[in-house]
C-alpha cells in the first residue's frame, strides 16, 4: 500500500513570500489532515478535511493560510504571505473510513520550510 | 479537556538496556491512547495503541506500552534498547468523537552504542 505523499520535501523562502504544499493521501481514505510541526513541539492541527470539505479549521490562520481539497483527493495548503514563525515541518495525515484502524491517522513525510 | 504530558524532553540509554518513554493523560472518560515514533527527515509512524482489554499493549518494533489506569499513565517500554530505536517519541489522545488526536511535546530517546 503507498503511503501519504507530499511535496516538496524542504522549501526555503524569504519572509512575505508565498508558497505551496501538495499531499496526496492514502487511496480510499476519506479523512484528511494538515499539521505544522514546529521545532521541538508536537505537531498541531491546522485543518481537517472529510472528502472535499472541511471539518474542522479552527486553528488554520485564515489570514494568510488556505486549504483546500476540491475533488476529495489530493489537497494543497498555501501560505500567503510567509512570516518567519512560519518556519516549520508541515505533515499531511490521512485516516481511514470509521471502523477500521480505530483512529489511526498515516503520516506523510512532511514538508521542512524555512522562512528568511 | 484531553491532554497527554510528556514529562521528559530527552531519554538517554545504553543499548542492551530497558528503556521507558514516560507519558501520562488526562481524559474524560474511557481512555484511547497511541504512541507515535519519528525518525529524523521523516513523517510520524503509528507504533501502538490502547482501546480496551489488557493493560499491557504490544506494537511494532518490538515495543510495548503499559496502560495504568490509577496512576494515569501510559509509558512506552521495551526490553532491550537498539541504537535504531533513537528517535523522537510522541505519545497522544483521540479527542472529539475521535476524529482527532491532541499529541504531546514529544521525548527525544537517544541510545548510545
Known amino acids: 500500500e503507498a503511503g501519504v505523499a507530499q511535496s516538496p520535501r524542504y522549501k526555503i523562502i524569504e519572509k512575505r513570500q508565498s508558497v505551496a504544499f501538495w499531499c496526496n493521501p492514502i487511496?480510499?481514505?476519506?479523512?484528511l489532515y494538515w499539521y505544522q510541526q514546529i521545532l521541538g513541539q508536537g505537531p498541531k492541527l491546522l485543518i481537517q478535511f472529510q472528502n472535499n470539505g472541511v471539518v474542522d479549521d479552527s486553528q488554520l490562520p485564515k489570514d494568510r493560510f488556505s486549504a483546500e481539497r476540491l475533488k476529495g483527493v489530493d489537497s494543497t495548503l498555501k501560505i500567503q504571505p510567509a512570516k518567519l514563525e512560519d518556519s516549520a515541518v508541515y505533515l499531511c495525515a490521512s485516516r481511514p473510513p470509521s471502523g477500521q484502524s480505530y483512529n489511526e491517522q498515516f503520516f506523510g513525510p512532511g514538508t521542512r520550510l524555512t522562512v528568511l | 479537556a484531553q491532554s497527554v504530558a510528556q514529562p521528559e524532553d530527552q531519554v538517554n540509554v545504553a543499548e542492551g538496556n530497558p528503556l521507558t518513554v514516560k507519558c501520562t493523560y488526562s481524559?474524560?472518560?474511557?481512555?484511547?491512547l497511541f504512541w507515535y515514533v519519528q525518525y529524523p527527515n521523516r513523517g510520524l509512524q503509528f507504533l501502538l495503541k490502547y482501546i480496551t482489554g489488557d493493560n499491557l499493549v504490544k506494537g511494532s518494533y518490538g515495543f510495548e506500552a503499559e496502560f495504568n489506569k490509577s496512576q494515569t499513565s501510559f509509558h512506552l517500554k521495551k526490553p532491550s534498547a537498539l541504537v535504531s530505536d533513537s528517535a523522537l517519541y510522541f505519545c497522544a489522545v483521540p479527542y472529539s468523537s475521535a476524529s482527532k488526536i491532541i499529541f504531546g511535546s514529544g521525548t527525544r530517546l537517544s541510545i548510545r552504542p
Open positions: 487511496s480510499g481514505h476519506a479523512t
Open positions: 481524559v474524560s472518560g474511557n481512555p484511547y
